[in-house]
């Protein structure tokens, strides 16, 4: 899979992007992950890629022409899948979302700040807009961290142990089981019995109860959701 992710503060996504399963990821070609500064699209003696709203208004708009020409060069590159734009009035991220784009094979991702970016971005070039919950973050590149982070992880050979992402939390819109790890005992606190015993369908049967359990209790509204 490739990420091409667009943005004008390229600096944010550095942190995020080179750790972990994320750097493991991109060491193993899982994944190629390409960061575009938008002021390298710009003409002006400033690399300018905001300016005032039309119209008034507090905050800084993006310019149309850097992203439009940030875009056009990486679609002369290849065909992508998707171009998401991360904003808060997009759709609401979710696992099965970022189950679906993990089967994508190139896709692009735009970070807005400040204020927003011209709509005709959004007409023109957007294919589909994204959130990543009710808040308002200064800018998309968290969001698109989050967002390549849930994605990545995902990709046959990013995890030791692939069957882990089969047990996540949300898999079967289920939340996981409770986990311990040695010692069996401590301060007092007992690691559950069943755990210790080494018979697998007991251990099975104990964590689907969990994650009913666990759903139930903080949850209600993830149990009558149809899978997406
Ligand atoms: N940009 C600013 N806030 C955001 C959010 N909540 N989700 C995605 N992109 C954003």
New binding site residues.
Partial sequence: MRIDIVTGLPEILNGPLSESIIKRAQENNSVTIAIHNLRDYTHDRHKTIDDTPYGGGAGMVLKPEPIFECIEALHKERRYDEIIY???D?NRFTQSIAAGLSLKENIVILC?HYKGIDERVREALVTSE????D???T??EL?AAVVVDAVVRLLPGSLHDSTSAMTDTFQDNLLGAPVYTRPPEYRGMKVPDVLLTGNHSAIEEWRQEQRIKRTTERRPDLLNKKSE
């Fill in positions: 991360m904003t808060p997009g807005g994204l959130s990543i919950g808040y308002v973050l800018g998309g969001a």
